[in-house]
């Protein structure tokens, strides 16, 4: 079975300082991995995946993430995070199973503090 | 492009009362999710279509739920009789293909059940 786990609930960091959001994953075989962001009231948006290839994945408003198989891992990073960042982060997963559906992480709040 | 859209925003309905939620996917997409957001559960998959046939329902948490997809612009999620552990906010997202396509979401329909 798939499953997507983010340790934190809320991460805080100060404006300028690098970030990082934690996911872990479970699935069999070779996973496909994004990461979506949620500001308030409105949905989800796509920031970034991994499919196949390098493992430094690079996305939108400057994220990139780490795919580390051995690790099962697929952490957000960010080198300077800006206060405008503060919001909800998915973490998501899919098999690559025909029937396999796309399971969403619990969210990790990110606070970004002047 | 509009985006998904969804209506209505709000919606705040009496126990036992009708709710019909609605969706129109991006032009293009050939799938459209149903998700059920709430503090408790997170982010749940209720139900998906793949060119107006829906696939897996299995998330739908009872038969007092239905979603139909009449045409490729447009879907509806139904509740009756509504109750109040139905309110949550209910997202509608569309993508092309499945496998490793993003996901766009809708802004959601937040739902009370009084």
């Known amino acids: 079975a798939q499953s997507v786990a983010q340790p934190e609930d809320q991460v805080n960091v100060a404006e300028g300082n690098p970030l990082t959001v934690k996911c872990t994953y479970s699935?069999?075989?070779?996973?496909?991995l994004f990461w979506y962001v949620q500001y308030p009231n409105r949905g989800l948006q796509f920031l970034l995946k991994?499919?196949?290839?390098?493992?430094l994945v690079k996305g939108s408003y400057g994220f990139e993430a780490e795919f580390n198989k051995s690790q099962t891992s697929f952490h957000l990073k960010k080198p300077s995070a800006l206060v405008s960042d503060s919001a909800l982060y998915f973490c998501?997963?899919?098999?690559?199973?025909?029937?396999?559906?796309?399971?969403f992480g619990t969210g990790t709040r990110l606070q970004v503090f002047p | 492009d509009a985006g998904v859209i969804q209506s209505p925003r709000h919606e705040v309905t009496e126990m036992g009362q009708e709710v019909t939620l609605r969706c129109k996917p991006i032009?293009?997409?050939?799938?459209l999710f149903w998700y059920r957001q709430t503090m408790m559960r997170g982010l749940e998959l209720l139900i998906y279509?793949?060119?107006?046939?829906?696939?897996?329902d299995s998330g739908m948490p009872e038969d007092r739920f239905s979603a139909k997809m009449p045409n490729a612009s447009f879907s509806t999620l139904k509740i009756q009789p509504s109750e109040p552990r139905d309110s949550a906010v209910y997202f509608c997202?569309?993508?092309?293909?499945?496998?490793?396509?993003?996901?766009?979401f809708g802004n959601g329909t937040r739902l009370t059940v009084t």
């Open positions: 279509f793949n060119n107006n046939v829906p696939i897996d």
């Open positions: 032009s293009g997409h050939d799938y």
């Open positions: 991994y499919i196949t290839g390098d493992n």
């Open positions: 699935v069999s075989g070779n996973p496909y």
């Open positions: 997202a569309s993508s092309k293909g499945q496998v490793n396509s993003p996901l766009h």
């Open positions: 998501a997963v899919r098999g690559m199973g025909n029937t396999d559906k796309l399971i």
